[in-house]
C-alpha cells in the first residue's frame, strides 16, 4: 500500500527569525504549504520545496493579537485564515503577481527542452506571490479549531460556541451557534426529537468536516466523542448531534471522505474509528487501530495519548503520531505498514536507545508522495546558527517520501498478477526483465499483436501460471525511470499500469500520458505538446492487449472522452479511436473485450472493444453495449472506490455444463466505501429466451438488485482465466479487508458432477489472516505477492564528534522489499472447520502438483496443533483429529507428520501422535513404503519417546533395510545413531537422515584414485596421496574410520550385521554391490574376505559367477568371427588379450617363498592398470581415430560401438607409435572391430580391475580367476598359477579352482565358444594345475594351512613399497588419467545399475 523510502530529508530556511516552527498544512491541490511561526507566516512552493513569500508580524500586532495558534486554507488556495492565542482570526489574501516567477529551470545549452510550449511558466516555474493581511476578526474567545468549509469557515471556541464565517462577506456573513442548543442523542432520529444527552458545559477540542457525511466529526474537552449535522449542506438550518458512549477519552479526530470514517484518537495510545449508519443515524464502530504487545511489548502501553491523526489524500492510509513519540502508517481498515516505534527507529547499531521522533504537525503532499512533518526534538536539541556567508540553514521540518502501490488510485489493476508501485518519479516492478523473460513457448504471446479473433475465448492474454511463477520468482525489483521530459511539465504521477505480459508500462501525470516498453527501453511521449497539454485523464488507464484504454477530458473541446492508443504507433491522435462520454468518467477497467466505466452520474457503461486493422496502425474501436444506472444505490460518485466486471456468480454448476458461458461477463463487482456490492445477471425472466432479429447485436441481460457481500473491503482480485483442474481457485473471489485479514468467496462444486444438495450453499465466505499486506494474487500458484518496508542502519559511518545529528544517524534507510506467502492451508482449515471436507479434498488434489504441497500440508497441521496443544481452555470439538484423517488422504501423510513433529516442541508430541497414529506403527509403514528417509526421522522420534531398546529394535531394522536398499549415506547416520545408544551419548540427538541421496554413478568413485590395500587407514591414505572422494563422508567423529572394538559391544553389533550384509552379497554374486558397500561404509573389506575366503568368499559354482559378473558389470560374452581360422590375429604379431594386446606368453619369475606372494602383483597390476585404463606407454601399434570422437575413451557395450563406427569408411586404423601407417585388410578391421565389441564399459573395467586387486591381497584366488576371465588377461591367470605353485595353498582351494575350470571349459565349448581362444592359451596353466592338484591331495593336504603371509596384514614396509610402485607415474599420465576419470565421472548412473536395460550380450555375431 503505502511504503517509506529512503531517508528523509530537511528543509533548509532562509529565514532571518530564529523562532520554531509549530504548524504546517498543504493547500488543496498541494502545490504550496504553509509554515506557521509564533509571529510569522511563510508560503512555500512543494516541488521544489523553496520559500516564496514570508510574513513578519509587527511586534505590536503580536502583543495584541498573541502567538499564532493554527491556520487554513480556502479552498481555492487564494486566502488564509490564522488564528491566534488571544481569540483573532487573521484572513491573509495570497495574490499571484502576474508573469513574475522567483525561480526558473536552467537547461545547459544545446537541451532539448523548449521554453516556448503550452503551460511552460506554471508548471517549471515557482511563481512571485504577494502576501498580505486583508481582516482580522476577533471572536472574543479562546480558539479551539478552525475547519474550512466549501465556501465557510467554522470556528470553534472555547466558551462552546460554533462560528461559521462566510470567506467573501466576512462582515455580515457570520453566524454563532451555541452548542446547548445542539440536541444530542445516540441516534439522528432522537436527537431530531429533542433527547439532550448534557452537553451544556463543553466545548470543542478538534473537529473535522465530512463532504460525504455532511457534518463534522468532534472530540469534546471532556473527552466524549460526536458527530453533528444539519438538513442543508450549508449549515444554516437546525444542527442535530450525536454522540458514542463508548469513547470518554478522546484526543483528536481525523475524517476520511472517501470511505466515511472517522477516526478519534484516543488518550490510551488507540485510535477507534467510527462510521455512520445511514438508515439510523447511529455512530457505529468499524475497528481499532492500536499497537499490540505481541509486536511491541516494550512500548505498546508507553505511547501516550494520541497527538495527530492524517489521512493521506488518496484515503486508502492514515498515520498516527503520539505524545511521547513517534509514528505509525495503517491501511484504511486497519492493517499496520509501518510503525517507527521499533527496530532500527529507535536502536542504533550499538544497542543504545534512540529518542523516538515527536512530531507536533504533520501534512501529506501531493498524492501522498510526500508526508511534512515538524520535528519537536529539533527545536529542543539544536540551537541554528547562520555563518557569515548568509547561507540558509536547517530548521524542524522534515520531508518523509513514499512509494505506493497502483491499486491505490488504479483499482482496476486488481485483475493483474504483476505487483506495481508508484513513485513520485519512478515505478518499481515485479516482473524481472522483459528481455529474459521470452520463452519458446510463449513466443506467440510475446510476438505481438495477432489479432484477438483468433484466441481461444479462454485465453485472455496472459501468462500461463508456470511461466508467470517463474518471472516472480526472484526478490529484486526492476525500477523504471520515469522519462525526465514528461515528468517536468506533468508532475505528479497520478496513474499507471501494466499489462499482462508484464512487458509494458504506462503513466499518467498532470496532463496527457507516456508509456515505457521492457524489451526495447525506451520511452513514447507525444510528440505534439499541445496535444498533451489539452487531454486530461481523470478515470484512470488499462491495457487491453497492445493497445492502452483511457478516459479522459479534452480541454481544448470541453467533452469528456474514451480513446485507445496502439503501443507499436507513435504517440499522437491521428493514430488513436476517440469515443465521446456523456459524462466525466471517475473510474475505469478491462474485462477480456469490454470496458466498464463508472461516471459521475452514478451510472454504469459497458463498452465492447474490438481491434480494426488500418493498414499499418491497427486501431481498436469502441462501442456502446449496456448502460447501468446505480443512482439508486449510491448516495454519492466519490464514495465508488473500484468497480469490476468479473464472470463470478452465485450459480456454480454452470461453469461445469458450460464452460464458455462461464468466462462471459456475469456481475458487476462495486466497491462502495469498503462495502462490496455485486450485481449479478438476471436469468430468471423471459428475456433469456428472446432472440434478435440482428445477429450482429447482442442483446445483454439485465442486471438484478445489488446484493452486500462483505464490509470493510480494501482490494478486490479476480481472474477471467478458466482452469478445468483448478477451477476453485480461478472462480473465487478474493478480498482484502485490512486488519479483519483476507476473505475468499469460494465455489463449492458437486463431486463428479452429481447434483448438489438442495441445502448445500453456491458459494461459502472463508476469512483468514496472513502476515503480508497483499498486493496480488497468483490465482494458480496459490500465492500472494506483497511488499514490507525493511531497513538498514548507516549510523556507524558518522562520529560521534559531529556538530549536529545527521538524519542518516537519527533514520535508518527505509528499502521496499518483495514477499510473499501461501494461502491454501488457510482455505483447506477454513473448509475442515466447517465440515466441508470433501470440498477441501477437491480443493487439495488440484493443487497436489505444486512444488510446495507438502509445505501446505504442514503449514496446516502445525499450526492447528500449535493452537490446540496450548490452549488453556478444554476445545469441546478439536479440529486436529479431522486435519490428520484429511492428511492421510495424500502419499505425503507420514513425511508431513514427522516434519511437523521435528519442527514442533517435544511437550507437544503426545498430543500430536494421539491423533494422527503411534510413532512406532507410522515408522512401520515407511519401512513397508521402502520411504527409508522419513523412517530415519521417526527414530528420532522414538529416541525421545521410548526405551534406548526400543529405538535400537528399530533402528537396527532401518539399518538392514538400509543396506539392502544400499542407501550409503543413511547407513553411515544409523551407524552413528546405534553407537550414540550404546554408548548412552544421547545429550544431542543424532541428526536426522538428509534426504538428499548422493548419486552412486554405479561405480566405485572411491576406487578410482587408489590401488593400495583398503587395510590401511583411511586417515593415512588422505594424508599421504590427498584422496578425494567424490560421495558426501560423515564429518566430524563418524568421518573417521570405524574400528572394530572387541570391549564394546555394541560395535560388535554393527560389525555383525556389517558381515551378514557382506556375506549375504558374495551368496548372491553381487561384486559391484559389494564393492560401493565397502567404499561407502569404509568396510575392511581385504580382512574379511580373509576370514571368510574358506566359507563366503568361495566359489562354489564358477559357471554361473562368471555369468553373474558378466551381467552385473555388463560386460558382453566374447564371440568368434567366421573368419577367425585364417585371422592374422592368430599368428605370432597379435595375440589374443586386452583392448591393447598385452604379452600373455611371458612367464612369471618364480618369487622366492621368504617373501609375501603379495609383492609379486605390484608391478604387474601397476601394468595391468596403465594398459588396460589408460593405454600402453610403450607398445607397437594403438587404436586411433582418424575423426574426432567425442567419446573415445568410453566403450558402452558392443552395440554402442556397431552402431557408431564404420569398418567400410576406414573411421579406424592401425598406427605405430610413430604414427606411420599400417595398411589392414579387411578381415584385419573386422577383427579389430570384433575385440572392441568384446570389451565392456570403462567404468566397468576399472571395477573388476580393482576388485581383482582386493581378491589378490584377501587370498581369494579362485575369485581372481573369474575375474581374469572376464577381463580375458592370461598374465593374471599364469600370475594366479605361479602363486599356487610357490605358495602353501590349501589343496581344498586347488581342488575347488581345478573343478571351476573344467566346469568353464565345458560351457564355452557348448554355449559361449568365444571363450575358448582364452582356454587354449592358458591351458598348459591348467595342465600343470591338475599335477599339483594331484600331488596335494593328501590327508593332511584337508589340514588347516596358514602361512604368515596369507592369514597377516601385510608390513607396513611391503604395503609402502606397494604404493609407491603403484603410484611413481609421470606428471603427463597423470594428467591424462585424472581427465578420463573426469570423463567417467560424467557417465549416467544407469550404464551399470541395470544391465538388462543396456541390451544383453550374445555368444555369436549376428
Given amino acids: 500500500m503505502y511504503f517509506l523510502s529512503g531517508w528523509p530529508k530537511r528543509l533548509l530556511c532562509p529565514l532571518e527569525s530564529m523562532e520554531q516552527p509549530l504548524h504546517i498544512q498543504a493547500d488543496p491541490q498541494k502545490t504550496f504549504f504553509t509554515v506557521l511561526f509564533p509571529s510569522q507566516l511563510s508560503i512555500w512552493y512543494s516541488r521544489p520545496s523553496v520559500l516564496i513569500v514570508s510574513y513578519k508580524e509587527p511586534s505590536k500586532s503580536t502583543s495584541q493579537f498573541g502567538p499564532y495558534k493554527g491556520a487554513e486554507w480556502r479552498p481555492n488556495s487564494t486566502m488564509i485564515a490564522v488564528s491566534t492565542v488571544n481569540g483573532y482570526i487573521l484572513f491573509f489574501d495570497l495574490l499571484s503577481a502576474r508573469e513574475k516567477y522567483i525561480y526558473e529551470p536552467v537547461y545547459p545549452k544545446g537541451s532539448s527542452h523548449v521554453k516556448g510550449t503550452l503551460h511552460y511558466k506554471e508548471e517549471q516555474c515557482v511563481p512571485s506571490l504577494n502576501l498580505h493581511m486583508k481582516k482580522v476578526l476577533d471572536l472574543q474567545a479562546s480558539i479551539s479549531s478552525l475547519q474550512c468549509m ?52 463543553v466545548h470543542i477540542r478538534d473537529m473535522e468536516y465530512c463532504a460525504t457525511l455532511n457534518g463534522f466529526a468532534v472530540v469534546f474537552n471532556d473527552g466524549r466523542i460526536g458527530f453533528i449535522t444539519s438538513i442543508s449542506s450549508r449549515f444554516t438550518a437546525e444542527l442535530y448531534g450525536v454522540c458514542s458512549q463508548d469513547v470518554v477519552d478522546g484526543t483528536c479526530v481525523a475524517v476520511n471522505n472517501k470511505y466515511r470514517l472517522m477516526a478519534f484518537g484516543c488518550a490510551n495510545g488507540s485510535v477507534q474509528v467510527y462510521t455512520m449508519d445511514i438508515t439510523t443515524g447511529v455512530m457505529q464502530f468499524s475497528h481499532k487501530l492500536e499497537l499490540t504487545p505481541k509486536q511491541y511489548p516494550d512500548i505498546w502501553n508507553k505511547t501516550g495519548p494520541v497527538k495527530l491523526i492524517k489521512w493521506s489524500p488518496d484515503g486508502c492510509a492514515v498515520m498516527v503520531t503520539w505524545e511521547f513519540g513517534g509514528m505509525s502508517l495503517w491501511s484504511v481498515f486497519g492493517a499496520q505498514l509501518i510503525c517507527t516505534l521499533g527496530g532500527d527507529f529507535v536502536y542504533r547499531s550499538d544497542g543504545t536507545k534512540k529518542d523516538p521522533l515527536k512530531i507536533t504537525s504533520m501534512s501529506w503532499g501531493s498524492e501522498g508522495y510526500h508526508l511534512w512533518v515538524i520535528d519537536g526534538n529539533f527545536s529542543q536539541n539544536t540551537k541554528c546558527k547562520r555563518d557569515a556567508k548568509n547561507e540558509a540553514h536547517q530548521f524542524s521540518i522534515l520531508q518523509f517520501q513514499f512509494i505506493k502501490s497502483v491499486l491505490t488510485v488504479n483499482p482496476c489493476m486488481s485483475n493483474q498478477e504483476q505487483v506495481l508501485l508508484q513513485g513520485e518519479d519512478r515505478l518499481y516492478l515485479n516482473c524481472g526483465d522483459a528481455k529474459r523473460v521470452q520463452s519458446p513457448r510463449n513466443t506467440s504471446l510475446h510476438s505481438e499483436h495477432k489479432p484477438a479473433r483468433g484466441r481461444s475465448p479462454f485465453s485472455d492474454g496472459g501468462l500461463d501460471s508456470r511461466g508467470l511463477s517463474t518471472l516472480l520468482g526472484h526478490r529484486h525489483w526492476h525500477v523504471v525511470q520515469i522519462h525526465s521530459t514528461y515528468l517536468e511539465s506533468n508532475w505528479p504521477i497520478r496513474f499507471s499500469a501494466i499489462d499482462k505480459l508484464g512487458q509494458n508500462v504506462a503513466v499518467v501525470g498532470k496532463f496527457g500520458f507516456a508509456h515505457y516498453s521492457l524489451l526495447t527501453e525506451k520511452w513514447k511521449l507525444f510528440g505534439n505538446i499541445v496535444q498533451e497539454q489539452n487531454m486530461m485523464v481523470t478515470g484512470g488507464l488499462a491495457w487491453w492487449n497492445d493497445f492502452i484504454v483511457l478516459a479522459c477530458y479534452n480541454l481544448n473541446d470541453h467533452q469528456e472522452e474514451l480513446r485507445t492508443y496502439l503501443q507499436t504507433s507513435n504517440l499522437d491522435n491521428t493514430f488513436a479511436y476517440i469515443t465521446k462520454v456523456q459524462a466525466a468518467t471517475l473510474l475505469l477497467s478491462v474485462f477480456r473485450d469490454i470496458v466498464i466505466l463508472f461516471r459521475a452520474d452514478c451510472s454504469i457503461c459497458l463498452y465492447s472493444i474490438e481491434r480494426r486493422p488500418d493498414g499499418l496502425n491497427p486501431t481498436a474501436s469502441v462501442q456502446v453495449l449496456q448502460e447501468v444506472s446505480m443512482s439508486r444505490y449510491i448516495p454519492h460518485p466519490f464514495l465508488v472506490v473500484s468497480v469490476t466486471l468479473t464472470s463470478v456468480r452465485t450459480e456454480t454448476s454452470i461453469s461445469l455444463k458450460m464452460p464458455q458461458q462461464a468466462c462471459e461477463a456475469e456481475s458487476i463487482m462495486l466497491n462502495l466505501a469498503g462495502q462490496l456490492i455485486m450485481l449479478q445477471r438476471d436469468r430468471s425472466g423471459l428475456q433469456i429466451r428472446e432472440k434478435d432479429n440482428n445477429p450482429n447485436q447482442r442483446k445483454f441481460l439485465p442486471f438484478c438488485a445489488p446484493v452486500v457481500l462483505a464490509q470493510s473491503v480494501e482490494n478486490v482480485w479476480t ?33 463428479d458432477h452429481r447434483k448438489p444438495h438442495s441445502f448445500l450453499s453456491r458459494r461459502i465466505m472463508l476469512p483468514f489472516h496472513i502476515n503480508i499486506y497483499p498486493l496480488a494474487v497468483l490465482f494458480e500458484d496459490a500465492l500472494f505477492l506483497g511488499a514490507v518496508n525493511d531497513t538498514v542502519l548507516y549510523d556507524c559511518l558518522y562520529t560521534q564528534t559531529s556538530t549536529r545529528e545527521h538524519l542518516e544517524v537519527l533514520f535508518p534507510f527505509c528499502i521496499v522489499e518483495r514477499t510473499s506467502q501461501i494461502y491454501l492451508h488457510h482455505i ?177 568413485e572411491f576406487f578410482r584414485h587408489r590401488s593400495i590395500s583398503l587395510s590401511q587407514s583411511a586417515e593415512n591414505l588422505h594424508s599421504k596421496f590427498n584422496l578425494q572422494k567424490t560421495l558426501s563422508m560423515i564429518s566430524g567423529p563418524s568421518g573417521k574410520r570405524w574400528i572394530t572394538d572387541c570391549d564394546c559391544a555394541e560395535n560388535m553389533y554393527i560389525d555383525m550385521m556389517l558381515w551378514r550384509h557382506a556375506r549375504h552379497l558374495l551368496e548372491e554374486i553381487k561384486l559391484k554391490d559389494l564393492g560401493c558397500f565397502a567404499a561407502q561404509l569404509s568396510f575392511e573389506l581385504i580382512g574379511w574376505l580373509r576370514k571368510e575366503r574358506t566359507r563366503a568368499a568361495c566359489v562354489e559354482d564358477f559357471v554361473i559367477a562368471l555369468k553373474k559378473l558378466h551381467e552385473d558389470f555388463l560386460w558382453p560374452f566374447p564371440v568368434i568371427p567366421a573368419s577367425s581360422i585364417n585371422s592374422p590375429f592368430k599368428t605370432g604379431m597379435y595375440r589374443t588379450g586386452t583392448f591393447l594386446n598385452v604379452e600373455m606368453d611371458t612367464g612369471v619369475p618364480n618369487i622366492p617363498r621368504s617373501h609375501s606372494w603379495l609383492g609379486t602383483i605390484s608391478s604387474s597390476q601397476r601394468e595391468i592398470d596403465t594398459i588396460s585404463f589408460y593405454g600402453p606407454p610403450m607398445q607397437d601399434a594403438v587404436l586411433s581415430p582418424l575423426l574426432n570422437k567425442d567419446d573415445e575413451c568410453s566403450i558402452g557395450s558392443a552395440t554402442d560401438l556397431t552402431e557408431t563406427s564404420s ?136 589340514q588347516p594351512v596358514n602361512p604368515p603371509n596369507v592369514t597377516e596384514q601385510a608390513s607396513p614396509g611391503v604395503e609402502e613399497s606397494m604404493t609407491l610402485s603403484s603410484h611413481c607415474t609421470n606428471p603427463q599420465s597423470d594428467a591424462a588419467n585424472s581427465s578420463v576419470i573426469r570423463h567417467e565421472e560424467d557417465k549416467s548412473t544407469t550404464e551399470e545399475k541395470d544391465s538388462f536395460q543396456e541390451g544383453s550380450y550374445d555368444c555369436t555375431v549376428s
Fill in 150 to 201: 466549501v465556501e465557510d469557515l467554522l470556528v470553534a471556541t472555547a466558551d462552546g460556541f460554533l462560528h461559521l464565517i462566510h470567506w467573501d462577506g466576512m462582515t455580515n456573513g457570520r453566524k454563532v451557534i451555541n452548542l446547548c442548543t445542539v440536541p444530542f442523542s445516540v441516534d439522528l432520529q432522537s436527537s431530531r426529537a429533542g433527547s439532550f444527552l448534557g452537553f451544556e458545559d
Fill in 719 to 751: 481472474t477471467c482465466r478458466l482452469e478445468k483442474q483448478k477451477h476453485h481457485l480461478l472462480e473465487a473471489l478474493w478480498l482484502s479487508c485490512g486488519g479483519a485479514g483476507m476473505k475468499v468467496w469460494l465455489p463449492l462444486f458437486p463431486r
Fill in 1207 to 1342: 569398418m567400410v569408411d576406414g573411421d579406424w586404423t592401425m598406427v605405430d607409435e610413430n604414427s606411420s601407417s599400417l595398411s589392414l585388410t579387411q578381415s584385419e578391421l573386422e577383427h579389430l572391430s570384433l575385440e572392441l565389441a568384446c570389451k565392456g564399459p570403462r567404468k566397468s573395467q576399472v571395477q573388476l580391475q580393482y576388485l581383482l586387486h582386493i581378491f589378490m591381497e584377501a587370498g581369494c584366488l579362485d575369485w581372481c580367476i573369474i575375474i581374469g576371465f572376464i577381463l580375458r588377461e592370461s598374465s593374471v591367470i599364469n600370475q594366479i598359477f605361479s602363486i599356487m605353485q610357490s605358495s602353501d595353498i590349501d589343496g581344498e582351494i586347488c581342488q575347488n579352482i581345478k573343478t571351476g575350470l573344467h566346469a568353464i571349459d565345458k560351457w564355452a565349448s557348448t554355449d559361449c565358444p568365444g571363450y575358448k581362444p582364452f582356454l587354449n592359451i592358458i591351458k598348459p596353466q591348467i595342465q600343470k594345475l591338475s599335477e599339483i592338484t594331484e600331488e596335494r591331495v593328501q590327508p593332511e593336504a584337508f
Fill in 828 to 1004: 483447506l482449515r477454513q473448509l475442515l472447520v466447517r465440515n466441508l471436507g470433501e470440498q477441501a479434498l477437491l480443493l487439495a488434489h488440484s493443487c497436489a502438483t505444486l512444488p510446495y504441497f507438502p509445505h501446505v500440508l504442514e503449514l496446516m497441521l502445525h499450526e492447528v496443533l500449535e493452537e490446540e496443544a496450548t490452549s488453556r481452555e478444554p476445545i469441546p470439538d478439536p479440529l486436529l483429529p479431522t486435519v490428520a484423517k484429511f492428511i492421510t488422504e495424500f502419499p505425503l501423510f507420514l513425511q508431513t507428520v514427522v516434519h511437523c513433529a521435528r519442527k514442533t516442541e517435544y511437550a507437544l508430541w503426545n498430543y500430536l501422535f494421539a491423533a494422527v497414529g503411534n510413532p512406532k506403527d507410522l515408522f512401520e509403514e515407511c519401512l513397508m513404503a521402502q520411504d527409508l528417509d522419513t523412517a530415519a526421522s521417526y527414530l528420532i522420534i522414538l529416541q525421545n519417546m521410548e526405551a534406548p531398546t526400543v529405538s535400537r529394535q528399530h533402528a537396527t531394522l532401518l539399518f538392514n533395510t538400509a543396506l539392502e536398499r544400499e542407501k550409503w549415506d543413511l547407513c553411515r547416520h544409523l551407524i552413528r545413531f546405534l553407537k550414540a545408544i550404546g554408548s548412552r551419548e544421547l545429550e544431542t540427538p543424532p541428526a536426522t537422515p538428509t534426504l538428499q541421496e548422493p548419486s552412486l554413478s554405479g561405480g566405485f
